[in-house]
């Protein structure tokens, strides 16, 4: 089991940046894959973006691409979400998500059936 602390959320307006941290404890050395997924009101949960832990795959949604960059620190047991060019439509709770023991393929990083491990999520709203 791994545990996971969110931080970063926050307000900010159209066209500004914010970044978010997900650090993990627990069951680390077993991780194979971290991923941040959004839920906007009204609407299911989507995924943003992906990073297996040798760095070697990484994933973004269409709707994020050129504007998040995903990055982790292995030695941290963290992973990061830069988010430039904040939009109204990236206003969502975003989740931190960890994948411990391998996968059949990376690919399964983009989908939220690929995690076993959430973390409590962080407000990002974004002011037009």
């Known amino acids: 089991q791994v545990q996971l602390v969110e931080s970063g959320g926050g307000l900010v307006q159209a066209g500004g940046s914010l970044r978010l941290s997900c650090a993990a404890s627990?069951?680390?050395?077993?991780?194979?894959?971290m991923g941040w997924f959004r839920q906007a009101p009204g609407k299911e949960r989507e995924f943003v973006a992906a990073i297996s832990r040798s760095g070697d795959s990484i994933y973004y949604a269409d709707s994020v691409k050129g504007r998040f960059t995903v990055s982790s620190d292995n030695a941290k047991n963290a992973v990061y979400l830069q988010m430039n060019r904040l939009k109204s439509e990236d206003t969502a709770v975003y989740y931190c998500?960890?994948?411990?023991?391998?996968?059949?393929?990376?690919?399964?990083?983009?989908?939220?059936?690929?995690?076993?491990?959430w973390g409590q999520g962080t407000q990002v709203t974004v002011s037009s």
């Open positions: 998500a960890v994948r411990v023991a391998e996968l059949t393929m990376a690919t399964q990083l983009k989908y939220d059936y690929g995690y076993n491990n």
């Open positions: 627990g069951d680390i050395f077993r991780i194979y894959g």
